[in-house]
């Protein structure tokens, strides 16, 4: 009875861990049964087991990598196969050819398989989708933002496509507008560009499982892109660095006029605006208690205005400030200088900026009175004498218009004697000049020229000699020393032809 104990234990020991190995690789079965498995839509894994236990509590972590479970099926007894089966409903992460991970636990655990996923297709008009993935940057510092961006590539230049929040602990985001851009190299197709701005809030590694993105026609979800499970590491600022300094880039547009000429003891407003990259939460009272009182200005609680706009993935956000204040001296007066204290990420060390905002030129109401009756009068006798120069200078012209048409139309030498009359009255000359007093004083006050001197000795010697000479070669010269003298004339005057 012992012999036969000891050899039945014997056989047990030897025999049973051979036949545990050998049903331990068939214990659960993973296939597929889909015939197109396409990037976008669901995929489902059957897994099928001897024993319920076996499927009940199943590890699909290695499935993280490339696939998102969507739906986890219920335990059913199959009495056909017969066996316990379960399914799986899981996304993949992007086309290509994707390895479906063992699951289970131990020896109780399925075969690893691959299988190949189709690029998606527009329902609408039988196109390729084609889906990009890029992260900015997976090494940063707490608070410093980062974005993820989706391209997805159609032939329609119109699509909808819905891009949820992301919204998990440890993490700040925004929801980034989309963009469409046409191609460029003739193909046709758009590119729709969508994604989040996120800002990290805890440090250390971080695994970013991003939302879906939501693919839709006529109003149907027929795809849903899921990002790459991307890891982040964030790093905690140093500890000098205190909790509440923005992290990120600042630029600040002020009015750096050297004088902002202002009226003392008059209310007016500086106006200035803050353009700062990074946590929009860290902006929201960022440097109002630096608008403080000077000895030339009191200032009083700015009104601040905040929107947040999105640019290359970043979010902007932008400060206007609006300060009230009184000057209250005389004279050149500083107006308050804001100094800004940011931690860079580029560089890793806490920036000190200081934008001075200007000076300002203020005097009392009455001296400005003053002065602008000062400048009221002046420029009144300005403009009189001016109106009186044009109205001389006017008149000058009518008189040597109606001169150069008496010289071109002289038949006689007297003709043009009466028309120097006319020009010596232009000039204010006495009106009974003789001819020789007349050629001096244009010679002396007006223009020296030999040749109308000559010419009008020729007059001369034809008005009292009775001697000859060309009539014409006389009025050519002198009405060429009428435009000389007044050249606007020239475009006045309409000689006859």
Not at 402 to 429: C, F
Request: hydrophobic share 40%; proline share 6%; charged share 20%.
């Amino acid at each position: 009875m012992v012999t036969r104990a000891t050899v039945l234990i014997m056989l047990l020991i030897f025999v049973a861990p051979l036949t545990v190995s050998d049903a331990a690789e068939h214990r659960i079965q993973a296939t597929i049964t889909d015939a197109t498995i396409e990037h976008g839509r669901t995929i489902t894994i059957h897994l099928q087991a001897p024993r319920s236990v076996f499927l009940n509590k199943i590890d699909l972590s290695a499935l993280e990598k490339d696939f998102v479970v969507h739906r986890i099926g219920n335990i059913e007894y199959d009495s056909r196969a017969p066996a316990y089966s379960r399914q799986l409903q899981v996304y993949p992460r992007r086309a290509g050819r994707l390895t479906v991970p063992s699951l289970g636990q131990g020896n109780v655990a399925s075969k690893a398989f691959s299988i190949d996923v189709a690029p998606a297709i527009d329902r609408r008009d039988n196109a390729r989708i084609v889906v990009r993935n890029e992260i900015s940057q997976q090494q940063l510092w707490v608070k410093q933002g980062f974005h993820v961006f989706i391209d997805i590539e159609t032939d329609s230049e119109i699509v909808d496509i819905d891009t949820p929040p992301y919204m998990e602990t440890g993490f700040e985001s925004f929801v980034l507008p989309t963009e469409s851009h046409r191609s460029v190299t003739g193909t046709g197709r758009t590119t729709h560009r969508l994604g989040w701005a996120i800002y990290p809030l805890a440090t250390g590694p971080q695994i970013l499982r991003l939302p879906a993105i939501s693919f839709k026609r006529d109003g149907i979800v027929t795809h849903r892109f899921f990002p790459p499970l991307y890891s982040v590491q964030v790093k905690p600022l140093p500890t000098y660095i205190p909790v509440t300094l923005p992290v990120g880039q600042i630029t600040i547009t002020a009015d750096q006029s050297a004088w902002i000429p202002a009226t003392t003891g008059k209310l007016d407003y500086l106006t200035f605006q803050i353009d700062a990259e990074g946590l929009p939460s860290q902006f929201a009272d960022f440097i109002g208690n630096q608008l403080g009182s000077t000895d030339a200005v009191s200032t009083y609680p700015a009104e601040t205005k905040t929107n947040t706009r999105f640019s290359a993935g970043a979010a902007i956000t932008r400060l206007h400030y609006r300060v009230p204040y009184v000057a209250t001296g005389i004279g050149v007066g500083q107006l308050p200088t804001i100094r800004v204290q940011v931690f860079d990420p580029l560089t890793g060390t806490l920036v000190t900026r200081r934008y001075p905002l200007g000076s300002l030129f203020s005097v009392p109401r009455w001296i400005q009175l003053l002065l602008a009756t000062i400048v009221i009068l002046i420029l009144s006798y300005l403009a009189i004498v001016t109106l009186s120069a044009l109205r001389a200078y006017w008149h000058k012209l009518l008189i040597y218009r109606s001169a150069t048409r008496k010289v071109r139309a002289a038949t006689r030498p007297e003709d043009i004697r009466h028309a120097l009359t006319e020009i010596a009255n232009a000039e204010t000359w006495p009106t009974n000049l003789t001819l020789d007093h007349w050629i001096g004083l244009w010679s002396k006050n007006i223009h020296s020229s030999d040749t109308l001197v000559m010419r009008l000795n020729e007059l001369q010697a034809m008005l009292y000699g009775r001697a000859e000479a060309s009539l014409v070669a006389i009025q050519q010269e002198l009405v060429r020393a009428c435009y000389r003298r007044l050249p606007l004339l020239k475009i006045l005057s309409n000689p006859e032809k």
